[in-house]
């Protein structure tokens, strides 16, 4: 099928070169002509395992192609993607700018056969109608009489760091909209991964496919990132109440998981939850909520909990360092999560702000954050090229992201570079017996000492 792909973000760029993967004809468009210029060399703009390769071979097969000219892209495709940024507005509402401008463009190109319009990218709730009103406009302005397109709402739900994998081996496909006609090119279109031939496993059974309304598809987007931060947020509040009664939050995560209603996933407690979706979709769905008259408490507490939780490794250093004016402090990682470059909302910043406004030095290790200038945050501290640079005169390090190199770390020898070996494990990743050994007074989340 022909597809075009509007917006090379993460979410765009991800589904452009999957879509080529499964044997698809895909142009990805997008406004920044130096990116596009980028990727027509063959490099990917942002880090993903697994991405760089799999886009060079589609290019090269002659499925993959990225132009800055929306109006070929229109023209080509058959199924049309907006995959723009909605990035959240100080208020917590998204800003839906982006997705309004391609909108239009797209209604001024629209051109000969039918076009399916897909929602990609994580809209306001209500937009699918939104967006058909905007193409429209569109078509208007362009002069044009082509107005046989249907708008879909299409989620994804994969995450940074295992997007490729995600998207070969979804636990779900979600398709929302009222036209049959709509939805049965989505099932074509999404039919060499609901039978699994990209997937790990492809004995499975088929991929469940969720047809539904337009409102309802857009809802499950956020309601599916909402309970996610909820369960971490539970656990987190949960790790606090072990803290004070001396129980392991780790062992009554692996409790409560064995019950299957609760399941074992996103009960790892820790420093919170960031990144580019979590942050920005929970605070999306209390401000729908509230503009329809329902105050959200409980997605607000999810959000107040995260935001305390950010700041517990400070309070765990308290307990042993007392002042922290003066004391370095050693962050091992500075991403949201492990695998990625991305910044975004990361609790490392929070943890940044909070500890530099104390009067302590912050060093950082983070084996894809090599230049400070990439995060205005960032000037405030110093950065290593290696964890033992890191913990050269340090009080204390806390495990912030975990990366699995973090895990092979000669600890024994970090150790010997600091006074008085304190460690903070931020995600109750690291071996508390080995890291005892090895000289270090550990302190976990939730966890005795
Ligand atoms: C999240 C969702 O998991 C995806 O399903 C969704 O598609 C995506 O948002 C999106 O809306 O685009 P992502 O933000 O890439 O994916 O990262 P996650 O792996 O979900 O992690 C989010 C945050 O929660 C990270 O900071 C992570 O450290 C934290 N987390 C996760 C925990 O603190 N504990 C856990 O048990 C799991």
Not at 89 to 100: K, M, N
Not at 217 to 232: G, P, R, S, V
Not at 290 to 318: C, F, P, W
Request: hydrophobic share 40%; charged share 20%.
């Amino acid at each position: 099928m022909q597809v075009c792909v509007i917006g090379t973000g993460y979410v765009g760029l991800v589904t452009g070169v999957c879509l080529a993967q499964i044997g698809h004809q895909v142009i990805c468009v997008d406004n920044d002509a130096q990116k596009v210029k980028l990727m027509q060399s063959g490099q990917s703009p942002i880090f993903e395992p697994g991405l760089a390769q799999m886009m060079a071979a589609n290019m090269e097969a002659g499925r993959l192609e990225f132009t800055a000219d929306l109006r070929v892209g229109v023209e080509r495709g058959e199924i049309l993607f907006i995959a723009v940024g909605t990035p959240a507005l100080p208020s917590g509402a998204s800003d839906t700018r982006y997705v309004e401008a391609v909108a239009r463009g797209i209604g001024q190109h629209l051109n000969g056969g039918y076009k399916v319009i897909v929602n990609k990218s994580t809209v306001p709730i209500g937009s699918g109608d939104w967006v058909r009103r905007i193409v429209l406009d569109g078509v208007a302005e362009g002069n044009s009489e082509h107005t046989n397109f249907d708008v879909v709402s299409n989620p994804e739900f994969l995450r940074e760091g295992s997007a490729i994998y995600d998207t070969f081996n979804p636990d779900r496909i979600v398709i929302g909209s009222s036209s049959e006609r709509a939805i049965d090119l989505m099932q074509q279109l999404y039919a060499p991964i609901v039978t699994r031939q990209f997937a790990q496993y492809p004995d499975l059974p088929p991929v469940p496919v969720l047809v539904t309304d337009l409102t309802s598809a857009e809802t499950i987007k956020y309601a599916a990132n909402a309970f996610l931060a909820t369960k971490i947020s539970f656990i987190n509040e949960v790790s606090n109440i072990c803290d004070r009664v001396g129980a392991d939050v780790t062992l009554v995560a692996q409790g409560i998981g064995l019950d299957t209603r609760i399941g074992h996933k996103f009960l790892q407690a820790g420093i919170g939850w960031g990144g580019s979706c979590f942050p920005k979709d929970v605070s999306a769905l209390v401000h729908t909520a509230t503009d329809y008259g329902y105050d959200a408490q409980l997605l607000k507490s999810t959000i107040e909990t995260n935001r305390q939780q950010r700041l517990i490794a400070v309070e765990k250093l308290q307990q042993v360092l007392k002042i922290l004016k003066g004391k370095t402090i050693g962050l091992l990682g500075l991403t949201f999560k492990p695998d990625t470059d991305d910044l975004r909302d990361a609790p490392a910043l929070d943890l940044i702000d909070r500890l530099t406004h104390l009067g302590a030095k912050v060093k950082a290790f983070d084996p894809l954050i090599s230049s400070a200038r990439s995060h205005p945050d960032l000037t405030k501290i110093t950065l290593t090229t290696n964890a033992e640079d890191l913990a050269m005169g340090c009080d204390a390090l806390v495990l912030i992201t975990e990366w699995q190199e973090f895990q092979l770390l000669d600890y024994t020898h970090l150790a010997s570079l600091m006074e008085r070996p304190t460690i903070v494990d931020g995600r109750n990743y690291l071996d508390a017996v080995a890291l005892t050994n090895a000289g270090f007074d550990y302190i976990g989340i939730g966890r005795p000492r």
